[in-house]
């Protein structure tokens, strides 16, 4: 399973990034939730937001009314939008999956991280 993020990097105060996401492997059996999360440096990771399976989207209060959340048809893929963007949004942001493989005849649930992309809001 590879989870293959993109679209970060460099935007001033006010401007807008978009990321994606991709879920890729011949194992993946289904997706049980995508979202992001976001590290600061010398912060914790925190979860940014998630989409379900069914749909339903859960969004941190402090992106609420800036960033929104989406997915591809095939729900294998995540958006970002993130707008009006502030200097605090500065962070490696992740992508992480909830979903069961399914191999040699065990279904397994776990959870995978993508390689993280660079997000920087700076004048």
């Known amino acids: 399973v590879q989870l293959q993020a993109s679209g970060g990097g460099l935007v001033q105060p006010g401007g807008s990034l978009r990321l994606s996401c991709a879920a890729s492997?011949?194992?993946?059996?289904?997706?049980?939730?995508m979202g992001w999360y976001r590290q600061a440096p010398g912060k914790q990771r925190e979860l940014v937001g998630r989409i379900t399976s069914g749909g339903s989207i859960n969004l941190a209060d402090f992106v609420k009314g800036r960033f929104t959340m989406s997915r591809g048809d095939a729900k294998n893929t995540v958006y970002l939008q993130m707008n009006s963007l502030k200097p605090e949004d500065t962070a490696v942001y992740y992508c992480?999956?909830?979903?069961?493989?399914?191999?040699?005849?065990?279904?397994?649930?776990?959870?995978?991280w993508g390689q993280g992309t660079q997000v920087t809001v700076s004048s």
């Open positions: 992480n999956a909830v979903l069961d493989t399914y191999s040699d005849s065990v279904m397994l649930k776990d959870e995978y």
């Open positions: 492997g011949r194992t993946i059996f289904s997706i049980y939730s």
